[in-house]
């Protein structure tokens, strides 16, 4: 269990567990603006109802294709202040995204698996949860691109290679980075993820931004992380 200010997780039947990097996603992504949000593989419900927590208007679809997962998730936002607001549907995004209407969502919110030919976890849930099969990123472009705003914004995180991978084919749909976060355990490690915020603009240089979770010794959070998970995060 994980506990925020505004909402608690109840993570024991999902596979993906609460992280740092996807608060990270959660408290960065802007969408405190636009009247409906999509989280793309939702898990536990975590970007659901951090988006609820920022947006206190916007109604949120959740999907995530593993039963245990939605189900857990659909427990959390019930028991959230936020449970009028968000949708938890069990369902495959590739199949999902033809039952809206096309340009619906305002920003969209991905925490997508990224393993292609690594080790498998005996667990399926978990193996699901890493690997790409049964969400290609060509197939989570094409969704992204079906639903999304003219106007509207996408929020990936991914590792540095994936992130370049999927960024490459996110271009050829006509989605192009306009902001991105580089993630750091700490200042004098690498950057270890790339939260990224796409649209379909023009732009060939996106706003580039740094963060590092702790300070060198390892213990101490650093002032921009306690700034950015400030509303969510009970010890700050």
């Known amino acids: 269990m994980f506990r925020f200010k505004q909402f608690t997780i109840q993570q024991d039947r999902t ?24 989280d793309i593989g939702t ?8 988006a609820a927590q920022r947006n206190p208007t916007a109604r949120i679809d959740a999907v995530e294709l593993d039963a245990d997962a939605a189900g857990q998730a659909r427990e959390n936002v019930m028991d959230s202040p936020f449970a009028k607001r968000i949708v938890v549907a069990q369902a495959r995004i590739q199949a999902f995204a033809v039952t ?17 030919n690594s080790l498998r976890s005996p667990d399926a849930a ?26 509207g914004s996408w929020w990936v995180l991914l590792p540095p290679p994936e992130s370049d991978r999927l960024t490459a084919l996110a271009e050829k749909a006509g989605l192009r980075p306009v902001r991105q976060l580089h993630l750091r355990h700490q200042p004098q490690k690498s950057v270890f993820r790339h939260l990224t915020g796409f649209r379909f603009a023009a732009t060939t240089n996106p706003e580039m931004e740094e963060l590092s979770i702790r300070e060198n010794d390892g213990q101490t959070y650093t002032a921009n992380f306690r700034d950015l998970l400030q509303h969510y995060y009970l010890i700050f």
């Open 15 to 38: 596979a993906m567990k609460v992280c740092t990097d996807a608060c990270v996603l959660g408290a960065w992504a802007d969408v405190t603006t636009g009247a409906r949000i999509l």
């Open 100 to 116: 809206v209407p096309g340009s619906f969502y305002d920003h969209i919110l991905t925490n997508p698996p990224f393993y292609t």
């Open 126 to 151: 978990v193996s699901r949860a890493l690997h790409t099969d049964d969400l290609p990123f060509s197939d989570l472009i094409e969704a992204v691109a079906r639903v999304l705003k003219p106007d």
């Open 43 to 50: 898990g536990t419900g975590l970007l659901a109802l951090m």
